[in-house]
């Protein structure tokens, strides 16, 4: 068993503690930890959580409850500080994406965590649908010949539990990510350029641009085109996106997690030999998914110390926040093509 704390017991953190910790075996919950009275009280509730497993800190969380490893669920400005202080207590660390706020962060976290022989891990956790490791598996297998192309939709509207109307690329900077690694995950290859423009419209809550569209380049010639927004007034997509991947035989189309109940009602991918010629593609199935299957990957890592196949690893994940600070900057500045390196050297 993996003696685990929680930390941040927010909305988002007390919905991973209702919906995905009961289900992932392997996994001995020994702490949670929020800084805020008001959070634990209602943790305490909400969960029927006592008070020998709350905690006002790590610190103390980590003196009386001894966990090996820590879920890090807090608000993206406090991923790095959070994620730091747990590797500093020796803990191996599972953080919410995306990452960090800065690449910089990233990196020295990634370092530490290799210095100090500790298991760092990002929740990617749309690579734990059937869907994206099924298209993964055409792609690797060369079941669609030569791929020269993808692409990818993404349309939705927002609603009342949007949080992120201040940002200045607030699909860049936080749905797109999920994408952008997901590109990485399929291809397994890397992006080297990528050009971005980005869009708002008046009157709209929005402080930044809540559209956008980009260009991809990866190092084996497969171009990306990703088209996104968060003020679609047709139909929406669901969280998973619309993929289509083009090669020289076969073309794969599919969707994937669904936008309500059963996440996994939506995973399909079809395959075309012509226009008129598909045939559904048999799905990679997994023991678990979404973000269960990313916690239950993690916990195998940390008691193995073997990472399973397509883990998103902290030095991993440096290059799909590559891909999004380059693309934010290619869209500040009117779609220049931006190469990788000039934000991760």
């Not at 930890?33 to 959070?39: F, G, K, R």
């Not at 995950?185 to 008046?202: H, K, N």
């Not at 088209?227 to 189309?253: F, K, M, N, Q, Y």
């Amino acid at each position: 068993m993996v003696k685990l704390v929680q930390v941040g017991l927010g909305g988002w953190g007390r919905n991973w503690a209702q919906e995905v910790l009961p289900v992932v075996p392997g996994i001995e919950m020994v702490g949670f930890v929020d800084a805020d009275p008001a959070m634990r009280a209602i943790a305490a509730e909400s969960l029927h959580l006592g008070q020998d497993v709350l905690f006002g800190s790590l610190d103390e969380a980590v003196a009386k409850a001894g966990p090996e490893a820590a879920l890090v669920v807090v608000p993206l400005a406090a991923h790095a500080m959070v994620s730091e202080a747990a590797l500093d207590h020796g803990l191996h660390v599972l953080v919410e994406k995306p990452f960090t706020e800065t690449l910089a962060e990233a990196q020295g976290l990634v370092a530490l965590a290799e210095r100090r022989g500790l298991h760092l891990m990002v929740n990617q956790n749309y690579r734990q649908f059937p869907a994206p490791r099924t298209f993964r598996r055409l792609v690797a297998d060369g079941a669609l010949g030569h791929v020269a192309s993808m692409a990818v939709d993404f349309w939705k509207m927002f609603d009342e539990n949007y949080r992120y109307f201040f940002l200045a690329e607030p699909l860049l900077s936080d749905m797109a990510i999920h994408h952008f690694d997901l590109m990485r995950f399929i291809l397994q290859d890397e992006p080297v350029a990528v050009s971005a423009m980005s869009w708002s419209e008046p009157e709209t809550p929005f402080e930044g641009r809540p559209g956008a569209a980009c260009l991809v380049r990866f190092a084996k010639g497969v171009v990306v085109s990703y088209r996104g927004t968060w003020i679609s007034r047709g139909p929406d997509t669901v969280w998973g996106a619309d993929w289509r991947i083009d090669g020289s035989e076969r073309a794969a189309l599919g969707t994937f997690r669904g936008n309500q109940g059963d996440r996994r009602g939506e995973d399909r991918v079809e395959l075309f030999a012509t226009a008129e010629t598909k045939a559904a593609a048999p799905l990679v199935e997994t023991a678990f998914t979404d973000r269960a299957g990313a916690l239950a990957d993690f916990a195998e890592w940390v008691r193995t110390g073997k990472a399973a196949p397509g883990l998103s690893t902290g030095r991993d994940n440096l290059h799909s926040l590559a891909l999004m600070h380059a693309a934010m900057r290619s869209a500040a500045e009117g779609g220049r093509l931006v190469a990788i390196a000039e934000v991760m050297p």
